[in-house]
């Protein structure tokens, strides 16, 4: 088969398998067993894991660095890169040293506003946005080019992977914006969380009449829900994030010892109906802070054993 | 017009305590219009000192001149500039560094922050609106621009944050690509986005100058 990257994640996409990805973050700080304490967790349970890039403008573990202790630990890494902290040049040299050590996902993303984080007096970076970030490891990839022109000693051959936002207003430009990354070169997608099933069916619907799907892997995120709390932090509190109030009610309507379960019901629920849906090539799991409850949302969701490929 | 805000007393009295006499400079031009740096807000400041630093038999001077980024003006300040051992400016940072190259020996010390290119919304009330990049892409976004009122600069806005026609940063302030979007879907012109806007020219990265066309012969002769 022609692989572009030959990345696990490519591999089980290309045969035509469900694939089903997870998150890590960093530690803050140099506590290398936490981290591969969270890696063992999804080792096994996912195809491959997010490694996230000062998640919410948080200064933590380099991506890179963090990718590289998942390689070691067995766990094909997805080496996250944000615009926020980079410029171009700073951006190519990581891509490089990335391949270099066996990193071949990668996903582009903005970034959250550094006023979010830790260090917000921060100058945000923003040379280049996430639409550009993917033409550029394309172009390094594909024409073994840099973004400047100039030829690449040995091409770094990457899964090049970019966010969607589905629910964001205004609805009918997100399709475009889907087709803008495919067009930039995008390979595979993962959705901001998915709660609202309806919006996801029309987005999906659309991406497939516009022969999109055909184009790109898309993989809707999915975040279970682990209290009444989460939830209505995610309502109100994250900006693009779309919570239907049936979701909150059912929550609400079991025992609090068991609301964790309800959550971890619902996605699975959500998981089930995403295996069916034309244009769906998997799904991604972002247990925030809940890494050890993995193994067993992936066994409820029937995702083991991961494929062999 | 270029918007600047007075800086809080105590650190302009930290900056010219020491000096005995000291001229306080303002200019007529955007900063009077914005109300940080013209003739009134020198009075101000400079009944401000008196009141503070007048024990110390300190009595600032005052002069406004129409524009402190242009020589021919600042020349006017000449005659008084040896009567007085420091100034103070109450110009945008460009009339500041042009009044300080006009009295090289002297100190020049900020009285205003400049803060933007931006208009006026109301009286007292500016908004930024343009950060001098260098390479105007508004005939493509709507008349809105993505550099300076997208808070991550985006040329292929909107990013996942935007919510409901606000950015992710604060629900008053609107996502600058959602106006775009609304803007040109309004105007029948959406395919200008569909493309992918290249890496921009970051050119403002250097210090610039701009020597207009026709100008070039005059410009060799006034640089010998
Ligand atoms: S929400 Fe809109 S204005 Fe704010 S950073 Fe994102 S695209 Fe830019």
Same mark, same amino acid.
């Given at each position: 088969m022609d692989m572009k990257s030959g990345s696990r994640l490519e591999r089980v996409l290309k045969a035509g398998h469900f694939a089903f990805t997870g998150e890590v973050g960093p530690p803050r700080g140099a506590n290398v067993e936490a981290l591969k304490k969270k890696i063992s967790y999804l080792k096994g349970c996912v195809d491959m894991a997010n490694i996230t890039d000062n998640q919410t403008a948080m200064v933590r573990m380099s991506s890179w660095a963090a990718s590289l202790f998942c390689i070691q630990e067995g766990l094909?890494?997805?080496?996250?890169?944000?615009?926020?902290?980079?410029?171009?040049?700073?951006?190519?040299?990581?891509?490089?040293?990335?391949?270099? *050590?066996?990193?071949r996902n990668i996903l582009c993303l903005s970034g959250d506003h550094q006023m979010? /984080?830790?260090?917000?007096?921060?100058? +945000?970076?923003?040379?280049?946005?996430?639409?550009?970030?993917?033409?550029?490891?394309? %172009?390094?990839?594909?024409? +073994?080019?840099?973004?400047? +022109?100039?030829? @690449?000693?040995?091409?770094?051959?990457?899964?090049?992977?970019?966010?969607?936002?589905?629910?964001?207003?205004?609805?009918?430009?997100?399709? *475009?914006?889907?087709?803008?990354?495919?067009?930039?070169?995008?390979?595979? @997608? %993962?959705? %901001?969380?998915?709660?609202?099933?309806?919006?996801?069916?029309?987005?999906?619907?659309?991406?497939?009449?516009m022969g999109l799907t055909?184009?790109?892997?898309?993989?809707?995120?999915?975040?279970?829900?682990?209290?009444? /709390?989460?939830?209505?932090?995610?309502?109100?509190?994250?900006? +693009?994030?779309?919570?239907?109030?049936?979701?909150?009610?059912r929550l609400k309507g079991v025992e609090k010892k068991k609301v964790a379960d309800e959550g971890i019901k619902i996605a699975c629920e959500q998981i089930e109906e995403f295996k069916e849906m034309k244009g769906v090539a998997g799904v991604h799991l972002m247990a925030i802070e809940w890494e050890h409850r993995v193994p067993e949302i992936a066994e409820r969701a029937g995702m083991l054993p991961r494929p062999e490929v | 017009m270029i918007v600047a805000e007075r800086k809080p007393f105590e650190e302009i009295k930290a900056m010219v305590s020491g000096y005995k006499k000291v001229l306080t400079v303002g200019c007529g031009t955007c900063v009077a219009v914005c109300l940080a740096g013209g003739s009134k807000e020198v009075a101000t400041l400079n009944a401000e000192l008196e009141l503070a630093l007048g024990k110390d038999g300190i009595s600032p001077g005052a002069a406004t001149v129409e524009r402190q980024c242009d020589m021919e003006f600042l020349a006017e300040l000449d005659p008084l500039a040896e009567q007085y051992d420091a100034?103070?400016?109450?110009?945008?940072?460009?009339?500041?560094?042009?009044?300080?190259? $006009?009295?090289?020996?002297?100190?020049?010390?900020?009285?205003?922050?400049?803060?933007?290119?931006?208009?006026?919304?109301?009286?007292?009330?500016?908004?930024?609106?343009?950060?001098?990049?260098?390479?105007?892409?508004?005939?493509?976004?709507?008349?809105?621009?993505?550099?300076?009122?997208?808070?991550?600069?985006?040329?292929?806005?909107?990013?996942?944050?935007?919510?409901?026609?606000?950015?992710?940063?604060?629900?008053?302030?609107?996502?600058?690509?959602? $106006?775009?979007?609304?803007?040109?879907?309004?105007?029948? $012109?959406?395919?200008?986005?569909?493309?992918?806007?290249?890496?921009?020219?970051?050119?403002?990265?250097?210090? $610039?100058?701009?020597i207009q066309p026709g100008y070039e012969e005059r410009i060799k002769a006034l640089q010998g």
């Amino acid at each position: 088969m022609d692989m572009k990257s030959g990345s696990r994640l490519e591999r089980v996409l290309k045969a035509g398998h469900f694939a089903f990805t997870g998150e890590v973050g960093p530690p803050r700080g140099a506590n290398v067993e936490a981290l591969k304490k969270k890696i063992s967790y999804l080792k096994g349970c996912v195809d491959m894991a997010n490694i996230t890039d000062n998640q919410t403008a948080m200064v933590r573990m380099s991506s890179w660095a963090a990718s590289l202790f998942c390689i070691q630990e067995g766990l094909e890494p997805n080496y996250q890169m944000v615009c926020r902290d980079r410029n171009r040049l700073a951006m190519q040299a990581d891509i490089l040293g990335a391949y270099s *050590h066996g990193i071949r996902n990668i996903l582009c993303l903005s970034g959250d506003h550094q006023m979010f /984080g830790d260090h917000p007096q921060a100058k +945000g970076v923003y040379d280049i946005d996430s639409m550009q970030l993917i033409q550029m490891v394309k %172009q390094m990839r594909d024409e +073994g080019k840099f973004q400047g +022109g100039a030829d @690449i000693d040995e091409p770094p051959k990457l899964f090049i992977g970019a966010a969607a936002n589905p629910f964001a207003e205004p609805f009918e430009w997100r399709v *475009h914006r889907l087709a803008k990354k495919v067009r930039a070169g995008a390979d595979f @997608i %993962q959705t %901001q969380c998915v709660y609202n099933m309806d919006k996801i069916r029309q987005w999906i619907k659309r991406a497939n009449d516009m022969g999109l799907t055909e184009q790109v892997y898309i993989l809707p995120g999915i975040t279970p829900m682990k209290s009444v /709390g989460m939830a209505n932090y995610m309502k109100n509190k994250v900006p +693009g994030m779309d919570v239907p109030d049936e979701i909150i009610k059912r929550l609400k309507g079991v025992e609090k010892k068991k609301v964790a379960d309800e959550g971890i019901k619902i996605a699975c629920e959500q998981i089930e109906e995403f295996k069916e849906m034309k244009g769906v090539a998997g799904v991604h799991l972002m247990a925030i802070e809940w890494e050890h409850r993995v193994p067993e949302i992936a066994e409820r969701a029937g995702m083991l054993p991961r494929p062999e490929v | 017009m270029i918007v600047a805000e007075r800086k809080p007393f105590e650190e302009i009295k930290a900056m010219v305590s020491g000096y005995k006499k000291v001229l306080t400079v303002g200019c007529g031009t955007c900063v009077a219009v914005c109300l940080a740096g013209g003739s009134k807000e020198v009075a101000t400041l400079n009944a401000e000192l008196e009141l503070a630093l007048g024990k110390d038999g300190i009595s600032p001077g005052a002069a406004t001149v129409e524009r402190q980024c242009d020589m021919e003006f600042l020349a006017e300040l000449d005659p008084l500039a040896e009567q007085y051992d420091a100034f103070i400016s109450m110009a945008c940072g460009a009339g500041i560094q042009f009044l300080a190259e $006009r009295f090289p020996d002297k100190p020049v010390f900020p009285a205003v922050n400049t803060s933007f290119i931006g208009v006026n919304l109301d009286v007292g009330w500016y908004e930024e609106k343009c950060r001098a990049c260098g390479t105007c892409v508004l005939g493509t976004t709507g008349g809105i621009c993505p550099v300076t009122m997208c808070a991550k600069s985006l040329f292929n806005g909107p990013c996942g944050g935007t919510n409901n026609g606000s950015c992710e940063i604060n629900t008053d302030q609107p996502c600058a690509w959602y $106006r775009i979007h609304e803007r040109l879907s309004a105007q029948g $012109r959406l395919e200008q986005i569909m493309e992918i806007s290249p890496a921009n020219d970051w050119s403002n990265q250097k210090p $610039r100058k701009i020597i207009q066309p026709g100008y070039e012969e005059r410009i060799k002769a006034l640089q010998g």
